[in-house]
């Protein structure tokens, strides 16, 4: 990949990371095979694990042949990456990787949902990102189909056929809307026009955990359950008349599979014509664990990209793991790391509409990413204690008591008593949600609009004129504090009016090229970070599209001294820290190899509460 140089002129720190860094897990890594990830060589050898294959080319029956011949078992293929999932043994892992045709094994990793307390009063989505003036103009996701990969959906009101608070159409019955229950997947509702699951042993796409649906509400509520004259205060969607193409990935737990979002990744790029599939939301992540160009689910997401859906992606709720500085950098999530899909981080509101008060979430992941050094998030969006969609025994509702949402909150003379019908949910998911309703919005106003074209125009319009130069949170004594640079907010705020209005005016004449996010890199002898651009990319061109208007003229902050600034002594993949590798992600981190049930360890049911209370701001 061919790269052009964009200078920053901000001095970060001293950058002690070289090519020669070499970790543990890398050193395990070599012994085996550079095409074995780190985690599968650290498996015990006697075990046997779930592994994704990837070959050159879309494998076949000599390929299968092979891997039971060397004792494995294939279980399912995965076209878009050319990839099989099977079950094989470490000292099986060896023999695979010298077939010439294998390009990267890694283990079939376990992700989660990526949500993050008690509220106070109701905060603000759509007005933060000026969605109502984009409704004025009729735009509110009309005919867009939005892929929600996630824990499945739930049917509720807010999710049926028409904005009723925008659109002067019928509304389906309780009695329609859960008749789907007694058919035979897939399954449509209201707007959910299309339903399938990808969990093992599941047996429908409805969610069993509760996030699936409060997503879905955020990015296509229509606020059925709060229009009308007892409301002041309608929980809408930001997209409320797009349709939603339900694909469950994650289980009872919000756990699931990189294989199982691969799938469904695969089945929304099939149906893309079917229903008008422009939007993949992927609310969900996991650990780095290698290189973007090597990730099985990075690869996957860039096939949708590249097929025509824009890929929104959480940046991650881990800006508050100190592990590798002071501040939270090197904490985006996969797939969240890819150049190419739009990652998304959470503002808090504060309870009110205008952002000139609002502030970083102090848990939204910061970049660079682990490895590649990826600048991210993208763009910023509310994603804070945001109230969206639940429904009977909801199960992050009842296990999660404290997260309400009051009737006082919406309806005139409401009790303060918990609504049945919304609660809130905090983290990147939920920004997440947000942006792709926008994005729905933008594509009903301007359908030709590429992939590469949304995000640059989201990006280019990102508002950047109100963050502070910094910002501190204290919880649990702790605290966690914050710089407005490109690794924290990425482009700057969210603001869907603006980016439609630029996409009306440049409609047809955005210059070619991609929008990849760049590289982040640190030169010692002059002491300036440089944003490393793709030649193809249009951040290397002037004008509207150049660096520096994408991420303004005072992007990367260091330090009062430079000393833990980013690239400092303790930073990423410091010379102090023989393990480098693990340091994140090691033994005893979020998923560590000494947890069992690693994928729960955070995200899990029994932990709901526990992962989510501290995380209120």
Not at 130 to 141: F, K
Not at 143 to 151: C, E, F, L
Not at 181 to 190: K, N, Q, R
Not at 491 to 502: E, H, R
């Amino acid at each position: 990949m061919a790269h052009s140089p964009y200078r920053f002129s901000v001095v970060l720190g001293l950058l002690v990371a070289t090519a020669t860094t070499v970790s543990a897990g890398a050193q395990l890594l070599g012994a085996l095979s550079p095409k074995i990830s780190p985690d599968a060589a650290a498996a015990a050898s006697s075990t046997t694990v779930p592994v994704i294959i990837q070959y050159q080319h879309d494998p076949g029956t000599p390929e299968s042949n092979h891997v039971h011949g060397v004792g494995g078992l294939v279980k399912s293929p995965l076209h878009s990456i050319h990839a099989f999932t099977a079950n094989v043994s470490q000292d099986q892992l060896t023999q695979l990787a010298a077939d010439p045709s294998v390009t990267y094994i890694s283990l079939d990793r376990p992700l989660a949902a990526r949500q993050a307390g008690t509220i106070t009063g109701a905060e603000y989505t759509t007005e933060p990102i000026n969605a109502p003036a984009v409704w004025q103009q009729g735009y509110v996701g009309t005919q867009i189909g939005v892929a929600v990969i996630d824990s499945g959906i739930t049917p509720v009101p807010d999710l049926s056929i028409n904005a009723t608070s925008l659109l002067p159409l019928v509304v389906p019955s309780l009695n329609q809307i859960f008749s789907v229950l007694d058919e035979v997947e897939p399954w449509s509702s209201g707007r959910i026009v299309y339903s399938q699951n990808f969990v093992p042993g599941a047996y429908d796409a409805l969610d069993h955990y509760g996030h699936g649906t409060h997503v879905a509400g955020l990015i296509a509520g229509n606020g059925n359950d709060s229009t009308g004259q007892q409301y002041f205060r309608t929980f809408s969607g930001v997209a409320p008349n797009a349709n939603i193409i339900n694909l469950r990935v994650l289980d009872e737990n919000g756990a699931g599979t990189d294989s199982s979002v691969i799938a469904a990744i695969e089945r929304a790029i099939a149906l893309k014509n079917t229903y008008n599939i422009r939007i993949i939301n992927l609310s969900l992540g996991r650990p780095i664990y290698e290189s973007y160009t090597q990730d099985p689910l990075c690869q996957a997401v860039e096939q949708a990209w590249k097929a025509g859906i824009v890929v929104i992606v959480a940046a991650g709720n881990d800006g508050r793991d100190l592990n590798l500085n002071p501040e939270g950098y090197g904490t985006i999530n996969a797939p969240g790391n890819d150049p190419y899909v739009l990652t998304v981080g959470a503002m808090n509101t504060v309870e009110t509409a205008p952002i000139n008060d609002d502030i970083i979430a102090s848990y939204s992941s910061k970049g660079p990413s682990f490895i590649d050094d990826v600048v991210k998030p993208d763009i910023v969006a509310p994603g804070n204690l945001v109230s969206s969609l639940q429904f009977y025994q909801d199960p992050l509702a009842v296990d999660n008591p404290t997260f309400y949402t009051w009737y006082s909150f919406y309806q005139n003379n409401g009790a303060q008593t918990p609504s049945s019908n919304y609660f809130p949910l905090s983290g990147t998911s939920m920004s997440t949600a947000v942006t792709s309703g926008a994005i729905a919005d933008l594509l009903q106003g301007v359908p030709s609009l590429t992939p590469d074209e949304v995000k640059a125009l989201v990006m280019v319009n990102g508002d950047r004129s109100y963050f502070p130069a910094t910002s501190s949170v204290t919880a649990n004594g702790i605290v966690y504090n914050a710089n407005y640079d490109v690794f924290t907010i990425g482009a700057g705020y969210l603001d869907i009016d603006s980016t439609l209005s630029a996409a009306q005016v440049n409609n047809g004449s955005v210059p070619s090229g991609t929008a990849m996010s760049p590289i982040a890199t640190y030169d010692p002898t002059t002491g300036d970070t440089t944003a490393v651009t793709d030649q193809t990319a249009l951040w290397g061109k002037t004008g509207p599209w150049s660096a520096s208007s994408v991420y303004g003229n005072n992007a990367f902050i260091a330090s009062d001294d430079g000393s833990t600034a980013l690239w400092g002594k303790t930073a990423l993949w410091g010379k102090d820290d023989p393990e480098a590798y693990t340091a994140l992600w090691g033994k005893t981190a979020l998923w560590g190899k000494s947890s069992p049930a690693a994928e729960t360890a955070l995200w899990g049911k029994s932990g709901t509460a526990a992962a989510t209370a501290t995380l209120p701001y």
